[in-house]
Structures are given as C-alpha cells and as structure tokens.
C-alpha cells in the first residue's frame, strides 16, 4: 500500500526532455516545450523556446526554431535561434538566422548567415534589381561584353581540352 498525497501538482519545475533515438524517423510539424536532442531522423518543423541537439547520428531535414542548436550530426534547411555552434563532424546546409554563430575545425557551414533583423533579400527581389538596371543592348559587340559580364568563363570552356588523362610520376 502507498501513500498518495492530494495536494501534489504533476506539472515539474525541471523541463522535460525529447529525444529521438537512433533508428527512429519522424516526419511533420512540431511544438517542442523543453529540450530536444535527436539521434535518429526528423523531416519538417520544429518550434521550440528550449536548446536542441543534434547528435553525430542525427539528421534534421526542415525549419527550426529554437533558442540555441548544438549540431554534430547533420542539420538541413532553415534555422532561427540565438546560438549555433557546429561541432567537429557536424554538417549544416542552411540558411541560419543567429545572433552567435561558432564552427569547430573540421566542421562544415555551407549556406548564408543573417544576423536577426536584417533585411532578408530574396531571389524575386534581387531578379527586380537587375531588371531594373538592365538596358538592351544595341550592338553585337555591346552583347558580347554584357553576355561576358554575366558569364565571364563562356570562352573559358571552350579553350578547355577533349581529355584530361592523369598519371603518377
């Protein structure tokens, strides 16, 4: 027989903790109200006021919306948070909004870095800009220079060999 007190709340002071292990795929959109820590896959959005982690096994393929992000594992799409730091091994594809960004030798960012509150160009914008600014050209020779503005390695692959045969020496 146990004693049961009436008066206990089931709500916790310490946060609880969601972790996606190794082997488990997870696809949709989430609401997250503690820390997460994922091992396994997850494909979609996750929102959260807490820090998440990504282990060496872990992949996270969508948006994320946190207050700090750790990735040893692979982390790919859209990221807004306070701090990132990619650690050694870690992989991230993505553009990332962040006040603190830190990269361990031997990990990989690729993608675009925006500070929180910074005007985001995108593409259609950037398309309008260079429309905008963008005159017909009236001779073949004015289309030769534009046309090598716009690619300036057109005649590079043209000078290029057939075949490239590599050897030891």
């Given at each position: 027989?146990?004693?049961?007190k009436r008066?206990v709340?089931a709500?916790?002071?310490r946060?609880?903790?969601?972790?996606?292990?190794?082997?488990?795929?997870?696809?949709?959109d989430?609401?997250?109200?503690?820390?997460?820590?994922?091992?396994?896959?997850f494909?979609?959005?996750?929102?959260?006021?807490?820090?998440?982690?990504?282990?060496?096994?872990?992949r996270i393929?969508?948006?994320?919306?946190?207050?700090?992000?750790?990735?040893?594992?692979?982390?790919?799409?859209?990221?807004?948070?306070?701090?990132?730091?990619?650690?050694?091994?870690?992989?991230?594809?993505?553009?990332?909004f962040?006040?603190?960004?830190?990269?361990?030798?031997?990990?990989?960012?690729?993608?675009?870095?925006?500070?929180?509150?910074e005007?985001?160009?995108?593409?259609?914008?950037?398309?309008?800009?260079?429309?905008?600014?963008?005159?017909?050209p009236e001779?073949?020779?004015?289309?030769?220079?534009?046309?090598?503005?716009?690619d300036?390695?057109?005649n590079?692959?043209?000078?290029?060999?057939?075949?490239?045969?590599?050897?030891?020496?």
């Amino acid at each position: 027989m146990g004693i049961i007190k009436r008066n206990v709340s089931a709500k916790s002071n310490r946060s609880a903790v969601t972790i996606i292990a190794q082997g488990n795929r997870f696809h949709g959109d989430t609401s997250i109200s503690g820390k997460m820590h994922v091992d396994g896959e997850f494909e979609g959005s996750i929102d959260s006021s807490d820090d998440i982690s990504i282990g060496k096994a872990g992949r996270i393929c969508g948006r994320i919306r946190a207050h700090a992000v750790n990735v040893s594992g692979v982390l790919e799409g859209e990221l807004i948070c306070e701090s990132l730091h990619i650690e050694r091994g870690g992989h991230v594809c993505a553009n990332v909004f962040c006040s603190t960004l830190s990269i361990d030798p031997e990990a990989t960012f690729i993608g675009e870095r925006r500070l929180p509150g910074e005007n985001r160009l995108t593409w259609e914008s950037e398309a309008r800009q260079i429309e905008s600014t963008y005159v017909e050209p009236e001779s073949d020779f004015e289309q030769a220079e534009v046309a090598e503005y716009f690619d300036p390695d057109a005649n590079l692959i043209d000078s290029l060999p057939d075949r490239i045969t590599l050897s030891r020496k």
